[in-house]
């Protein structure tokens, strides 16, 4: 008896060692791409919703918004410079419980869950990491582009902006400059016609690369709207406190100054997709494409702000973008979670069922077929319908297959039906009982009620005792 017993429980340790599942690896719920306005409006969501989600900020924390001197369009604002305001929602973030990595992404993993996503710190030592997550927003912005020109970034912010709507309203009744030939620049032209004194579009080349017909021709229209075509911008000039004016290059002659108060770059961007442009449909001109609001061709990755918008680019649209995909992140970890626990409950309700289950064996093939397959302990009760002790050990059988589910494999052979599995192990008497190890090996035999009833305690308090 005792024998069995420690070789019962010998067994009942490598199967629980071969069996155990490996644990899943650990992911943050949500980790955000960028620390620009969206994004921190997305941490400020996430963080509430006690979701405490992990926001990368890379080299700009803030964005591109904490460059602007002064913003006068954000509401409840009537003048604020955009670095305090980014502080502001940074701090309103992290309060409520969301976290910040000072490193930049370099590269994303998003063809298998849990999404990978590689840092690499901004310090001189460059080291890596790889964050696992379980769902992504991404705010990277965009980069705009420069002339490269002497005077351009000395003078970013103080009268070199790239942006109208922000900063048009300093440049009333004064004289401003526009860069470019394309439908931004005609915008830009158009918008800031209503504010400055004069504006003036400088256009590299002899025509227009804009398609809206209309809105040029109604700009020429306008008194205090100029064209300087075949014209190269090729130096910022200034004070040291702003913009006083450019120095313009026509042709062949000779560079020429103008005179002016600010300059507005309407060049373009270029949207911060490189890292993506394998893991994520793109549009033609590079941005992310969307599907339903904030959601990408991934399901469970989002997009919000600069990187999926070419027109507006303004940061009341990427918060309002940072909130809906806080909001569709949060309801797809809870419909994947749900999924989840549906999953599991399924299985082990399949499992239950299978494992409380006395198979009945056919053929010897199945017979063998069983073992073959078993993970476990297996008991085989070997019985003839005409026996009386079968019938009464029968229940017995049953109930002790429903306590030890999934510990021990429980089959019934009829002697009558498969007779050369009967043979095959010198079956003599009813009921009998043999137990096989998880490799299939014979361990213990057993005839009448009394025995079989003692084996089947024994393997109870065995195995229950050492689950």
């Given at each position: ?63 591109l918004l904490t460059q602007s001197h002064s913003v006068q369009n954000w509401p409840g604002e009537l003048e604020i410079e955009g670095r305090v305001l980014t502080e502001k929602i940074r701090e309103q973030a992290e309060s409520n419980g969301a976290r910040f990595l000072a490193e930049e992404v370099i590269e994303v993993d998003f063809s298998k869950h849990p999404f990978t996503v590689t840092t690499r710190s901004l310090d001189s030592s460059h080291s890596t990491r790889q964050i696992f997550a379980k769902s992504c927003i991404i705010g990277m912005g965009t980069t705009p582009n420069f002339l490269g020109i002497p005077g351009e970034q000395t003078y970013w912010g103080k009268g070199v902006t790239n942006c109208a709507i922000c900063d048009g309203s300093f440049y009333r009744d004064q004289i401003v400059g526009v860069v470019g030939g394309g439908d931004a620049a005609i915008l830009e032209a158009q918008y800031l016609s209503n504010i400055a004194k004069e ?269």
């Amino acid at each position: 008896m005792k024998k069995i017993v420690l070789l019962l429980i010998a067994v009942v340790s490598v199967f629980s060692a071969l069996c155990a599942a490996p644990q899943e690896r650990e992911s943050e719920a949500i980790v955000i791409l960028g620390g620009g306005i969206g994004s921190l409006t997305s941490a400020i969501y996430l963080a509430r919703a006690g979701l405490h989600p992990l926001v990368i900020e890379g080299g700009i924390p803030g964005g591109l918004l904490t460059q602007s001197h002064s913003v006068q369009n954000w509401p409840g604002e009537l003048e604020i410079e955009g670095r305090v305001l980014t502080e502001k929602i940074r701090e309103q973030a992290e309060s409520n419980g969301a976290r910040f990595l000072a490193e930049e992404v370099i590269e994303v993993d998003f063809s298998k869950h849990p999404f990978t996503v590689t840092t690499r710190s901004l310090d001189s030592s460059h080291s890596t990491r790889q964050i696992f997550a379980k769902s992504c927003i991404i705010g990277m912005g965009t980069t705009p582009n420069f002339l490269g020109i002497p005077g351009e970034q000395t003078y970013w912010g103080k009268g070199v902006t790239n942006c109208a709507i922000c900063d048009g309203s300093f440049y009333r009744d004064q004289i401003v400059g526009v860069v470019g030939g394309g439908d931004a620049a005609i915008l830009e032209a158009q918008y800031l016609s209503n504010i400055a004194k004069e504006v003036h579009l400088f256009v590299r080349k002899d025509h227009l690369r804009a398609n809206e017909s209309h809105r040029i021709e109604a700009l020429m229209d306008l008194p205090n709207v100029v064209f300087h075509y075949n014209t190269e911008v090729v130096e910022v000039q200034g004070d040291g406190n702003g913009v006083t004016g450019i120095l313009l290059k026509s042709g062949h002659a000779a560079p020429r100054e103008f005179p002016l108060d600010g300059l507005f770059l309407a060049i373009g961007s270029r949207p911060n997709t490189q890292l993506f442009s394998k893991a994520l449909k793109l549009d033609e001109k590079g941005y992310i494409s969307l599907k339903k609001d904030q959601e990408t061709s991934v399901s469970g990755i989002y997009a919000i702000g600069d990187i999926v918008d070419p027109i507006y680019k303004q940061a009341i649209s990427a918060a309002g973008d940072g909130a809906k995909a806080a909001l569709q992140s949060q309801q797809y970890l809870m419909e994947k979670s749900n999924h989840r626990l549906a999953s599991a409950r399924a299985k082990q309700i399949k499992a239950l069922k299978e494992n409380t289950e006395v198979i009945e064996i056919a053929t010897v093939q199945q017979f063998e077929q069983e073992l073959k397959t078993a993970n476990s302990p297996v008991i085989v009760d070997f019985y003839a319908t005409w026996c009386s002790p079968c019938k009464r050990l029968s229940p017995l059988f049953e109930s002790s297959a429903m306590r030890l589910a999934g510990k021990v494999k429980f089959l019934k052979v009829n002697v009558d039906k498969v007779g050369d599995l009967s043979r095959s192990y010198g079956i003599r008497a009813m009921p009998t009982a043999l137990l096989f190890d998880a490799s299939g090996k014979m361990i213990e035999k057993k005839t009448g009620m009394d025995q079989i009833a003692d084996l089947l305690e024994l393997l109870g308090e065995t195995l229950l005792e050492n689950p």
